[in-house]
């Protein structure tokens, strides 16, 4: 086992005896189950984000402002009415309500745009026929329609406000998909769906409307693609593709396929990165990332490259981020967080414009 997968495997808390748990093949379960608690996220809708802390007896869900320099959250969902458990995924989906998947609870829970304190979500979806399964990730199509990324190699969709025990009205899994511990999925504007597999240190990319044991249109996958532990996905204006990794953030063009090379990464000492997860890209295409370990959100300008180190940081005691893992923007500038080991949600204003230090 190299030091460094002792490092991480010791900085996510699991601080036991590897070999106790099965040596070095346990270990990188372990570090794979933390990028697993993430969210991912996501594509961004504009300038705000929110953050999902994942805590057990925690549950809470923060609003930060990013570019701030106070570092404070505007409002936080958090307390035992939210529902949220382990709150990973995170998504807003053009004017829709927040939607939160819940790890812990192997749930989706719902809340209004505006949702603060410990307040009771409009909608869960939960129960034995929705085929949820350790939910990692969530996203909305134009029409609505809620995927969502679930441990047992699937995606699971559901249709338009589903509630309580309702079957997904698709699912894509089997032999055939690809999917290989499934994480941060995106669609695009012709509904295209995005997963990035974290065993497989892949991405697949799905037809609209595919189900069963659907193959994928395209993969990335390769030496030459950088990909190493894929968490989070999201999508600029462009169509360029922005992956997290363990430890950087690739970026590939929109037809990207095989065995390409990323057209930029973010990677390096000076960047701010720490076990990067949820990903966001705004309007003006400021990425916004969730670094797990450094409980940081860092914001990197449009076009980004090399050792680049971040316009904006958020963090610190007063910020309120606790293993934040998802990540999703609105169109007025506001940021919403997931933070794992808190269980949160931090919601921060935004920064679309003029967000230079």
Not at 5 to 12: E, F, I, P, W
Not at 48 to 59: C, E, R, Y
Not at 185 to 210: E, F, H, K, M, R
Not at 278 to 291: C, E, F, I, K, P
Request: glycine letters at 12%; charged letters at 15%; aromatic letters at 4%.
């Amino acid at each position: 086992m190299s030091a460094e997968l002792v490092r991480r495997h010791t900085a996510n808390g699991f601080d036991s005896c590897p070999q106790a748990h099965g040596g070095v093949d346990a270990v990188q379960r372990h570090l794979i189950a933390w990028r697993r608690f993430g969210v991912m996220p996501l594509v961004v809708l504009a300038a705000s984000f929110a953050v999902s802390n994942g805590q057990p007896g925690s549950s809470r869900i923060t609003a930060y402002a990013a570019g701030s320099s106070d570092n404070v959250a505007l409002r936080t969902i958090g307390g035992a009415r939210t529902g949220l458990g382990h709150p990973a995924g995170i998504t807003l989906g053009g004017t829709s309500d927040l939607h939160v998947s819940n790890k812990a609870n192997n749930s989706v829970t719902v809340y209004t745009r505006g949702a603060r304190g410990n307040v009771a979500p409009r909608r869960t979806i939960s129960g034995v026929r929705t085929g949820l399964n350790n939910p990692r990730d969530v996203a909305l199509d134009s029409s609505g329609n809620l995927y969502v990324s679930n441990k047992n190699n699937s995606i699971t969709v559901y249709a338009p406000k589903a509630a309580g025990n309702a079957p997904a009205r698709r699912t894509i899994s089997g032999a055939r998909t690809g999917l290989n511990d499934p994480e941060g999925v995106v669609l695009d504007s012709a509904g295209n769906l995005y997963v990035a597999n974290i065993l497989g240190n892949s991405v697949t990319v799905y037809a609209p409307g595919a189900t069963g044991n659907a193959a994928p249109l395209r993969t990335i996958s390769g030496s030459r693609t950088e990909l190493n532990t894929p968490g989070g996905v999201a999508l600029d204006s462009a169509g360029n593709l922005y992956v997290s990794n363990s430890d950087s953030i690739t970026v590939y063009a929109p037809s990207a396929t095989g065995n390409a090379a990323p057209i930029r990464t973010i990677s390096g000492a000076r960047t701010g990165l720490s076990n990067p997860l949820g990903v966001a890209v705004d309007s003006a295409g400021h990425l916004y990332v969730a670094n797990i370990l450094g409980s940081s959100i860092t914001m990197y300008a449009p076009g980004a490259n090399g050792n680049a180190a971040p316009l904006r940081t958020v963090s610190g005691s007063r910020a309120g981020l606790s293993r934040p893992g998802g990540v999703a923007l609105d169109s007025r500038g506001t940021l919403y967080v997931s933070n794992i080991k808190n269980n949160r949600i931090t919601v921060y204003k935004g920064c679309s414009r003029n967000c230079g230090p």
